[in-house]
């Protein structure tokens, strides 16, 4: 007996639907009466909507059926169906290629929107001193450069790499970047305290368990050498 395998048949158009839902479109290239035709590939339509039965109502969804219909026959199928006939060079159609965003970021320890940033208060400054948007910025630099480099740069770095982010063209109060504090990393040195405090509390417990331990102990022995004096 010979054995017909999947693997030495002829490749699906579309494997979802099977292969004899595949014979049967092959059997609507046979027909050569046109309304015969016509009424058969119908049927074939609602044989397919079957195997989905939960998409049946859904939009487009019958428009969907009919061009998988024309795909499976390979184009090849003349029939009078309500929709437009789909053509090869249709699904051929290759998108276009994506520009891929190529910009250099001269600061890459501050992020890359924060040049941007700077760039729109500048833009937007004019003749108007923008303390208030610095002083953010200036605090928003010193914590992604401390994230990066485990290190805070002084008020001076900052100031020069806000004039060079914005192209020497900013005004700055230098007063009031000079007086900024940073509490990020107060905070760092805080939570790093509580920490070795958490981990310093078991040895001292011991420690303290161990000198009341000494102390009874030597209690205990002067207790014994005062009874034996008497």
Not at 73 to 78: A, G, H, I, N, R
Request: hydrophobic share 30%.
């Amino acid at each position: 007996m010979r054995k017909n395998y999947n693997y030495k048949r002829r490749k699906l158009f579309l494997p979802e639907y099977g292969r004899h839902i595949q014979e049967m479109v092959d059997s609507l290239l046979e027909i050569e009466d046109r309304q015969e035709r016509t009424r058969q590939a119908k049927a074939v339509i609602a044989v397919m909507g079957n195997l989905n039965p939960l998409l049946r109502d859904t939009n487009g969804f019958k428009h969907k059926l009919w061009d998988h219909l024309f795909i499976m026959s390979d184009f090849q199928l003349d029939v009078d169906s309500p929709y437009p006939q789909p053509s090869r060079q249709d699904l051929m159609v290759v998108p276009q290629k994506l520009r891929y965003p190529q910009s250099n970021i001269a600061f890459k320890h501050y992020g890359k929107y924060t040049q941007q940033l700077v760039r729109a208060v500048a833009a937007a400054q004019g003749d108007n001193n923008a303390s208030d948007e610095l002083i953010n910025i200036a605090r928003y630099m010193r914590v992604k450069s401390y994230e990066f480099n485990n290190d805070h740069p002084n008020n001076e770095v900052i100031i020069r790499d806000i004039r060079a982010m914005a192209g020497n063209d900013m005004q700055i109060d230098m007063s009031a970047i000079s007086a900024l504090r940073c509490d990020y990393r107060h905070g760092t040195q805080q939570r790093n305290n509580i920490k070795n405090r958490k981990q310093n509390k078991p040895q001292q417990r011991s420690n303290n368990a161990n000198n009341a331990r000494r102390t009874q102990k030597s209690g205990s022995k002067g207790a014994q050498h005062h009874s034996v004096h008497k």
